[in-house]
């Protein structure tokens, strides 16, 4: 197994809370689930059949953290990505007026923060690791004491090319999840 600094198993927990201002959802999944429980992630899950992805995405946000958006919240999509465990994520964005109230499904989500898109645009940001394992290097961004890795940290790190920096055309397919998250 690749020995990638700042894995999961050191995270504190710690992440940036903002009151107010442009933020984003993230989610420490709950570590009974049964593949890549107690991982980062953002909300999202499989789509149902005859669902698209922007229906998956306003479905599993309401299934894990309790909010309600309707179709007018989404924004569009950022590029597929595909995990060394057999998934396709199809990234949507969605964006909400108000400060959202959380109810948080525990079978699904052990903790959710909201996190100031400042984090991640930190001058620390982001980080390439080469390990071992692959010839693509790992990639990690640092938020609050954390560092997050694909795919979440792929999903977010072209979030913040596009939506933040403005560099469309930045693609992460090529960034490496690490190994603990091949399973």
């Known amino acids: 197994m690749g020995d990638v600094p700042g894995d999961v198993t050191g995270f504190d927990g710690s992440v940036s809370r903002v009151a107010g201002g442009a933020a984003f959802l993230m989610c420490r ?25 922007e229906e998956t995405a306003l479905r599993e946000l309401h299934e894990e953290l309790g909010c309600v958006l309707g179709a007018d919240a989404v924004l569009g999509r950022l590029d597929d990505y ?6 396709v994520i199809t990234p949507v964005v969605l964006w909400a007026d108000a400060q959202l109230e959380l109810q948080l499904n525990p079978a699904e ?7 100031g898109l400042h984090e991640l645009q930190r001058p620390d940001s982001p980080r390439f690791v080469d390990i071992p394992e692959s010839d693509r290097p ?23 090319w596009v939506a933040l920096d403005g560099r ?15 399973k």
């Open 82 to 87: 595909v995990t060394r465990s057999g998934y």
């Open 29 to 53: 999944r709950a570590a009974t689930l049964r593949g890549h429980g107690g991982q980062w992630a953002l909300p999202g899950g499989r789509v149902d059949p005859g669902e698209s992805a």
């Open 138 to 160: 790992v990639v990690q961004l640092p938020i609050g004491r954390n560092l997050i890795h694909a795919p979440t940290g792929a999903v977010l790190l072209q979030f913040r």
């Open 109 to 115: 989500v052990a903790h959710a923060y909201r996190i």
């Open 168 to 182: 469309h055309g930045e693609r992460v397919h090529d960034f490496e999840q690490p190994v603990f998250a091949w």
